[in-house]
């Protein structure tokens, strides 16, 4: 028992170390953070090593001619459930923050490290409820900040990138307006991915959509809505009738586009009389 609760220990201070000042990196590029990430390590350590030391058995048993079926099906019945697991993730694990600047955002780890560095006599526990501490400094701040971000915002109209507008409301939710963006890009699911996404998220942190409204409906808009909608919490989608009507491979993305949108109770709508916006 001493050994295992030694080694809790010891892998707890490792993530929240690698945590504490890996947290800043994530924050500054506008990327995620999972809140199942001490779990899913834990797990992970165990289950890489059990299937390196089995492919490892197979490699050897089918180059010296050796029977192994059941470690080829234990491998495989192994793989399967790992797959399933991975399934079972959820975007609401994810949590997000507005970059409050670079001086700020990097203070907190800095500063712990000195502070373990100057004191290298202090032991496992106290290291751990330090760094604990310190999370939790550094959380409360980005929350702060990322709530005076959209206070601050609420009720203006936004544009962050051409052809593409926002507008907040008070309660931090966004209405979204694709005037063209989509059907710009080569790529528009990749590009909500990679460059919209990060972009959003470091200037106002996770919001909740009230609207997506595609404007110019057409092939690439569907595809730029389907990865939208699986990049951000989504409650609505508005379009308004096609106009000229549609190729296959745009018949194709649209009914993609609302299967998902079926499958995951979000609203589709082709009425945008309503929605008023100040382009």
């Known amino acids: ?33 999972s809140l ?18 089995l492919a490892s058995l197979i490699f050897f048993t089918e180059l010296l001619f050796i029977p192994n079926q059941l470690i080829v099906t234990i491998f495989h019945e192994l793989i ?9 993730g959820s975007r609401y694990w994810l949590i997000e923050f507005a970059h409050p600047g670079a001086l700020l955002l990097f203070s907190i780890p800095v500063g712990a490290f000195l502070v ?18 310190s999370l939790f400094c550094c959380l409360s701040i980005l929350q702060h900040h990322t709530k005076s971000i959209q206070a601050h915002v609420a009720h203006t109209n936004i544009t962050p990138i051409k052809k593409f507008s926002i507008k907040m409301k008070k309660n931090g939710h966004a209405v979204f307006v694709d005037n063209g ?28 959509v009230d609207t997506l409204v595609l ?54 709508s082709r009425k945008i009389d309503k929605v008023v916006f100040n382009q």
């Open 181 to 208: 963006y989509f059907t710009s890009k080569g790529s528009p699911d990749k590009a909500v991915e990679f460059e919209l996404k990060p972009y959003i998220t470091k200037n106002l942190g996770p919001i909740l």
């Open 36 to 53: 199942m990430t001490f779990i899913s390590n834990l797990i992970f350590a165990p289950v890489l090593m059990v299937v390196i030391i």
């Open 1 to 33: 028992m001493t050994k295992i609760k030694n080694y809790l220990l010891k892998f707890l201070y490792t993530q929240l170390l690698v945590t504490l000042f890996a947290f800043p990196i994530l924050i500054h590029w506008g990327l995620s953070f």
């Open 80 to 88: 399967s459930l790992w797959d399933k697991l991975l399934q079972q």
């Open 116 to 133: 373990l560095h100057f004191f290298p006599n202090m032991n496992l526990k106290k290291r751990i409820l330090f760094i604990i501490a």
């Open 215 to 268: 404007t110019r409906p057409k092939q690439r808009s569907f595809i730029g809505g389907l990865a939208f909608c699986r990049f951000f919490k989504v409650k609505k989608v508005v379009m308004p009738y096609f106009e000229g009507g549609l190729s296959k491979c745009g018949w194709h993305h649209f009914f993609k586009l609302r299967n998902f949108l079926k499958h995951n109770a979000i609203k589709f």
